[in-house]
């Protein structure tokens, strides 16, 4: 039930077709784990907080740095040495007090990402590196719960939606692992990236719109293009493979 | 036989600031060697050692993955190749 000051809140969105109050309930009881504060994490923790999620987990292990700043919104200069979960969770709370955030620094490893994900809804992937995200679609697959995966480079990005036992997985569409470098990266990428996952988050819990499952988009901030692959279910991916699928 | 191949923003310096290149060939190989025909040293971006495909690299056609036999692919006039990286920075 929405109290009077949440139907206010959020009345611009609940007026959208398909939405409505239903649709805003759906986003309060949603659990939502969100892997990483940096240049994915800040957009996508602050749209779907101000959206109005329930519940939000929020890990990273990292402090703020003054060469973040350039991407990192949810950090600022006056932050510099902080843990980026203090950081994070001083400004998410300011920006809606009527969502339960929790901020937890750890390394997310094979060996605690059962117990950090548990009892969530979703995973989004905010990660800046593919070992951890190797990691996260694992545990997501092995525990049913729909990943939101983003990545960017440069002026480019990466999203994709992954729905256990019914679509590819992360694992499908890349195999290979690259060097753990500092990447190039100018903000508005992981904005508009961020902003996608966060979109995809709003869109699978109301369950309103077509998700951005078995399909590769590719942002080209460069030529300003949004490219689509399509990615098919590998038969014989090493993550999800052994999954009965729900088709 | 005129296929388009998008050489990603990875690689397009390596073809003189290029990210379409037409090239020709009846397989996606056919096409990638083409490709370095015309622009040698983006051989190193697209190969390792041992003259197979980087893991990290993935070729679609059309927008369909080539995937797991991605150099014997037949391709045909009027294709479009994309060279996908992988990328993993957030």
Redesign the interface.
């Given at each position: 039930m929405l109290t009077t000051d949440e139907l206010e809140r959020y009345e611009r969105q609940i007026i959208i077709e398909g939405f409505g109050e239903e649709g805003q309930e759906r986003l309060k009881r949603a659990k939502v784990f969100v892997a990483?504060a940096?240049?994915?994490?800040s957009p996508v923790l602050i749209y779907l907080i101000a959206a109005g999620v329930g519940t939000v987990r929020i890990v990273d292990h990292d402090r703020v740095e003054l060469s973040n700043l350039n991407r990192q919104v949810l950090h600022w200069d006056e932050d510099i040495g902080r843990r980026k979960i203090d950081s994070a969770l001083e400004k998410l709370r300011r920006l809606n007090q009527g969502v339960k955030i929790e901020a937890i620094e750890e390394m997310i490893t094979e060996v605690n990402v059962s117990q950090l994900i548990a009892g969530f809804d979703l995973i989004v992937?905010?990660?800046?590196?593919?070992p951890t995200?190797y990691i996260l679609n694992k545990a997501a697959l092995e525990r049913n719960i729909p990943f939101f995966h983003?990545?960017?480079?440069?002026?480019?990005g990466?999203a994709m939606t992954i729905i256990p036992g019914q679509t590819a997985c992360l694992r499908c569409?890349?195999?290979?692992?690259?060097p753990?470098e500092k990447?190039p990266?100018i903000g508005v990428a992981?904005a508009v990236i961020g902003c996608i996952q966060a979109t995809e988050v709003i869109k699978y819990i109301v369950g309103i719109g077509e998700l951005l499952t078995d399909r590769?988009l590719?942002y080209?901030g460069?030529?300003l293009k949004f490219?689509?692959?399509?990615?098919?279910k590998?038969p014989?991916c090493e993550h999800c493979s052994h999954f009965a699928s729900k088709e | 036989m005129s296929i388009k191949i998008d050489v990603s923003t990875f690689l397009h310096k390596y073809a003189n600031g290029q990210q379409v290149v037409e090239v020709s060939g009846s397989t996606v190989g056919q096409c990638l060697n083409d490709l370095v025909k015309q622009f040698p040293s983006i051989k190193p971006g697209l190969f390792d050692k041992n003259g197979k495909l980087h893991s990290y690299i993935a070729i679609y056609v059309n927008g369909e993955s080539t995937y797991p036999e991605e150099l014997a692919k037949p391709v045909k006039d009027g294709d479009e190749l994309h060279v996908i990286f992988l990328i993993g920075g957030g």
């Open positions: 990483g940096g240049g994915l994490g992937d905010a990660m800046d590196n593919l995200r983003g990545a960017v480079y440069g002026f480019e990466r569409l890349y195999r290979g692992v690259v753990r990447f990266v992981p590769l590719i080209d460069l030529n490219t689509e692959f399509k990615v098919k590998d014989n | -």
